[in-house]
């Protein structure tokens, strides 16, 4: 039988060591494992961490703004019912209806399509659907523009957007899919006030 000592156990690759540890655990030999552990964790401890690269100004705005996105939505949710089932219910015989999770996955602010495509810089917003109308609070940075020039949309149908502008007003050169938008558009140059005028789309479309 081998006497592993810690000089021939350090001169071991990785591998090797890890199938003498499996070896030693098989017939139970605690001392051996105990050893083979011990280089093991001694290797981890030694190797470099990987060290999160640092979030760029754009990148660290988006995050921060997707959040504070979400916290709005969240306190819309617990202010008006704004569940998929009942939108659905209070939809039903709309044809192609299609409820809007009010928040992504990780419960932030959705990616709108004009980011994802590379349109904009920023485009991350939260919604609601109820029937045919759709009301939306978002942030809209344009490519190589400075964070301090993004803007907060608020869009919702003609009904219930007093005095907004159209898509290719508030949002000059967008996709040729979105100009053909019905909703029109409020701009803000701070998210609370932003918030309200959401708040109060809200109003009117869950009344």
Known sequence: MVDWS????????????????????RKSATDLVAKCTAELEKRDAAKPRKTAKPRTELKEFEHTVA?????????????????????????????????????????????????????VAVDRYISYRLGNDIVTLGVWLLKDAGVESREFHVSGP???????KSFSEARPGISEKDLKETRLILSFNDLPSAAAAFDAALAKITA
């Open 158 to 164: 003609a009904a219930i957007i007093e005095g907004g």
């Open 67 to 119: 959040g504070e996105l979400a916290a709005v939505g969240k306190e819309m949710a617990d202010k008006y019912d704004l569940s998929e089932e009942t939108a659905k219910t209070k939809s039903a015989g709309i044809k192609g209806f299609r409820s809007h999770k009010l928040l992504d996955a990780q419960g932030h602010a959705k990616l709108g399509g004009s980011q994802r495509d590379g349109t």
């Open 6 to 25: 810690d000089e021939k156990l350090a001169a071991l690759a990785d591998k090797d060591l890890k199938t003498l540890l499996a070896n030693a655990e």
